[in-house]
């Protein structure tokens, strides 16, 4: 045991950090495994007074002995927050206990009007809740969650694979994006198990509608084993290290993630079931880089079925906007006399799809539905060889899928033919917000429309059909659902 004097410095170490307020936040990226684009940074916090020889980690549990926990976490928040506005459209993670969350102090930092004091709102910030931690009062904590929630906060699990009440924990709060322990990611390219166990998370969260994070990530050959798993986001030293300022993974990383992600889209293309995409595409409106937006606006008035547009010079896609980004410009306060010399390379926006030719769609559609909020509708732009070759809109992407799975599902059932499913394929289709794939969603409006369809036994029709579509779509849906049997 501490003697009373060790604990009396190591009180006096926490006193000094508060008084002297010697933290200070640093973010570390978050990234797609995707394309490399950044999702949101995790805020982190470090102590400056090089005098105090304990880190953040043991400082917080000096703060949980001497009843301080407040306090320290309250700086640590109020720091990171500062620097957020610097941030742009990016999400900010902040760790928070979830034995505090419910506090009504707590609940004042983050009102609408205190946000907009840092240059925030609410869809900018994602709670991450620790599952290291017990929960001391289950009732009010799912209370305080939900409240959150509808206030249009975030909500992570950190640590999963790592706590006390697993899947429980996720099945009571549902969170946006679940965190895969970094015990979990470490060595995951060595270890068969491991590999399973983030598989099915894989899959149950494409399944709930929840995105994925690995932590931890420090190896390029983990990297790999999470890409071809198809985890959505990663996060770990090997992608960026935590920094004051919010900085980009290196170039050499993002074309890394490409890289792997074309390889094995190129696997997927032998063995897809799906048309490829350049099937679908079409011409599209594009206009050079040096075209004035003033000309261009006055394109788009002159031709109302102009509702985008690609920007392209010598065959290369630069950028992409729509009509209604390019109103939004010229219509505000002085839009036009601002903007309408400038060329459009000045305002297109080069965070675009891109996809190959020769992609698959439902592979496509995987890529589609990871993009932000704002940019799901828009169309996907097409190239071949590398260079433009024209677009696909959402709603031929969705009708193309919705009409191969009635037909798959059709001729797989003849006695019954299971025409609810067109229906109920459809009306969840036209949701595009939802985070979960298409493969899932057919596979959930199926299963809840005809359960008996699902007969719990390999003879039963559909599960060779779901079966072999797991093996093709390498997880999008969950073999849990079909070895259980419900």
């Known amino acids: 045991m501490k003697s009373d004097i060790q604990t009396e410095i190591e009180f006096q170490k926490l006193i000094k950090v508060l008084e002297g307020k010697y933290i200070k936040p640093v973010y570390q990226p978050i990234a797609s495994l995707i394309d490399g684009q950044i999702f949101g940074f995790e805020a982190l916090s470090r102590i400056t007074d090089g005098t105090i020889d304990i880190n953040i980690e043991q400082l917080f549990k000096i703060a949980d002995k001497a009843k301080k926990a407040w306090e320290l976490e309250t700086l640590c928040r109020e720091k990171s927050l500062c620097n957020a506005a610097n941030m742009g459209e990016k999400k900010l993670f902040l ?22 004091e840092y240059g925030l ?15 001391s009062d289950s009732d009010v904590f799912l209370g305080s969650i ?11 699990i950190d640590d999963v694979g790592a706590g006390f009440s697993g899947l429980n924990t996720i099945a009571s709060i549902k969170p946006d994006i679940i965190k895969i322990d970094m015990n979990l990611v470490r060595n995951i390219d060595k270890d068969e198990t491991k590999m399973l166990l983030c598989k099915s998370l894989v ?22 084993i999470l890409v071809k798993l198809k985890v959505d986001f990663g996060q770990g030293y090997f992608l960026g290290i935590p920094q004051e300022k919010f900085e980009e993974i290196t170039e050499d990383k993002i074309d890394l993630i490409k890289k792997l992600n074309s390889k094995h889209c190129n696997e997927n293309i032998k063995n897809s079931i799906y048309p490829i995409v350049g099937n679908l595409s079409k011409l599209g409106y594009t206009f050079t880089s040096d075209k004035k937006i003033g000309e261009i606006y006055e394109a ?20 992409f906007m729509t009509k209604t980004a390019l109103n939004e410009l010229m219509n505000g306060k002085n839009g036009f006399w601002l903007h309408s010399k400038e060329t459009i390379k000045e305002a297109m926006d080069i965070n675009f799809l891109k996809v190959d030719y020769n992609m698959p769609i439902d592979q496509a559609s995987r890529f589609a539905m990871q993009r932000p909020q704002a940019q799901l509708y828009n169309p996907i732009v097409v190239q071949k060889d590398n260079e433009y070759w024209g677009i696909v809109t959402i709603k031929d992407l969705l009708d193309t899928y919705t009409k191969i ?23 969840r289709s036209k949701s595009v917000g939802e985070s979960f794939p298409l493969a899932s969603t057919a596979y959930g409006a199926l299963t809840r ?13 559909f599960y060779a059909f779901f079966k072999k579509l797991t093996a093709a779509f390498s997880g999008c849906f969950s073999q849990a659902f079909l070895i259980s049997g419900t």
């Open 121 to 135: 709102n609410s869809d900018n910030i994602i709670f991450e809740i620790s599952e290291r931690v017990a929960v």
């Open 300 to 319: 788009l008035k002159r031709n109302p079925t102009i509702t985008e547009f690609t920007v392209v010079d010598s065959g290369k896609a630069l950028g």
């Open 203 to 224: 899959d149950f969260g494409k399944n709930a509608g929840m995105k994925l994070i690995a932590e931890g990530i420090e190896t390029e050959d983990e990297l790999k």
């Open 405 to 427: 799975e009635v037909e798959a599902t059709t001729h797989i059932n003849p006695l019954t033919s299971y025409r609810f499913f067109s229906h109920s394929f459809r009306s």
């Open 95 to 116: 760790n928070v206990e979830p034995n505090i969350i419910h506090d009504e102090k707590f609940r004042g930092g983050f009102t609408i009007e205190r946000l907009k």
């Open 146 to 156: 939900k409240h959150y929630k509808q206030q249009n906060f975030k909500i992570a």
């Open 449 to 461: 429309n005809a359960p008996t369809a699902f007969s719990a036994t390999p003879s039963c029709p």
